[in-house]
């Protein structure tokens, strides 16, 4: 019996199913009980246990991500991927973790040796754009499920996506830079790595976020003018920020999740009328937001897209259903009087 046909008898959708199953909240006693009755009724997972057991079926998936020691923020999508493992470990899944640090030489090293490997599925964090299409070409010949995280490249077809819309969480930093304002404005772009960007290396979340801010001042040209610079800089350069590159700045939008680079320096230099948006729900990040430095964070969910990415492998190999190729998260916007542990 698969979730849908569950649904079907307890008359709910197959996500409030799924919900119930691996206990995700959101769904309402009397559900749980209606669906967990037929769950009990059909003896469900104990089917698809046993049903792998005899058939001695195995299921590796190949994760290729960036390694977690370069940013606190690729910790999350690891702890939601090996989460999922944890779960799904019963029915005879398993991950081999490939991890790749910040620079090309290093993502084709480790995308190579995942080439030669055979495995069921592929979780894939494609930070850089050339290279990671160019393996994706390769990779599709296997003929198995790849799912994106992070970031989505969307012109190579027949691949799943769990993650934001970096276009548009850009196009919305375009909104909330620009609210409110009646004259004219100066904004910069920051672009914070470990190394410095080139044409050879375009990070894609650098990419569909800077060409949906820009999209958000094309779209609307009634706006006061928008004067927009774009810097980058290396994380480990503490020097490379000085006070005159914010001289006459309204507004500031980081790229990634270290705004709070940017913040402290706003802060220890008290400098005043700098509407700051950047990424996620670091620590460094809270404290910021918390003390006003920080205006905007887009939280775009790290954590669960580790997660989804497996629960999505596991409904297409597992379970054999048809399921959804692009989940996109909701963009949250957080503020300091919104946001909640």
């Known amino acids: 019996m698969t979730i849908k046909e569950i649904a079907k008898i307890a008359n709910v959708s197959p996500g409030t199913v799924d919900r119930i199953i691996h206990n995700r909240g959101q769904v309402s006693k009397e559900n749980i009980e209606k669906v967990n009755a037929i769950?009990?009724?059909?003896?469900?997972?104990?089917?698809i246990f046993a049903s792998n057991l005899v058939l001695n079926k195995k299921y590796k998936f190949a994760v290729l991500i960036l390694q977690n020691e370069e940013s606190e923020y690729w910790q999350a999508p690891l702890i939601g991927l090996k989460k999922a493992e944890e779960e799904f470990t019963k029915f005879g899944i398993r991950l081999d973790y490939y991890f790749y640090k910040f620079n090309i030489e290093s993502f084709n090293k480790m995308s190579r040796k995942v080439l030669k490997l055979d495995y069921d599925g592929l979780v894939l964090a494609p930070v850089f754009y050339k290279q990671s299409v160019a393996f994706l070409t390769e990779f599709k010949k296997k003929n198995i499920p790849i799912v994106l995280i992070d970031s989505n490249i969307p012109e190579i077809s027949d691949l799943a996506f769990v993650g934001q819309d970096s276009y548009k969480s850009g196009y919305l930093a375009g909104k909330l830079i620009s609210y409110d304002r009646k004259k004219e404005s100066n904004v910069l772009i920051f672009k914070i790595n470990s190394e410095i960007e080139d044409n050879s290396s375009k990070t894609i979340f650098n990419l569909q976020k800077t060409e949906g801010f820009y999209s958000y001042f094309k779209d609307n040209p009634f706006l006061p003018k928008f004067n927009i610079k774009e810097l980058s800089i290396k994380d480990t350069d503490k020097n490379?920020?000085?006070?005159?590159?914010?001289?006459?700045?309204?507004?500031?939008?980081?790229?990634?999740?270290?705004?709070?680079?940017?913040?402290?320096?706003?802060?220890?230099?008290?400098?005043?009328?700098?509407?700051?948006?950047?990424?996620?729900?670091?620590?460094q990040n809270i404290e910021y937001l918390n003390d006003g430095t920080i205006d905007f964070l887009i939280n775009q969910k790290p954590e669960e897209q580790g997660y989804l990415s497996i629960n999505y492998l596991y409904k297409k190999l597992v379970l054999k259903e048809n399921v959804k190729d692009s989940n996109y998260n909701t963009i949250e916007i957080i503020i300091k009087e919104n946001y909640e542990k």
Do not use: P, W
């Open 39 to 47: 769950i009990k009724e059909y003896d469900y997972t104990k089917n």
């Open 240 to 283: 490379s920020l000085t006070t005159a590159m914010f001289n006459g700045v309204n507004g500031v939008f980081v790229l990634n999740s270290r705004v709070h680079l940017i913040a402290k320096f706003i802060k220890e230099n008290s400098l005043k009328d700098i509407r700051l948006v950047g990424y996620d729900l670091l620590d």
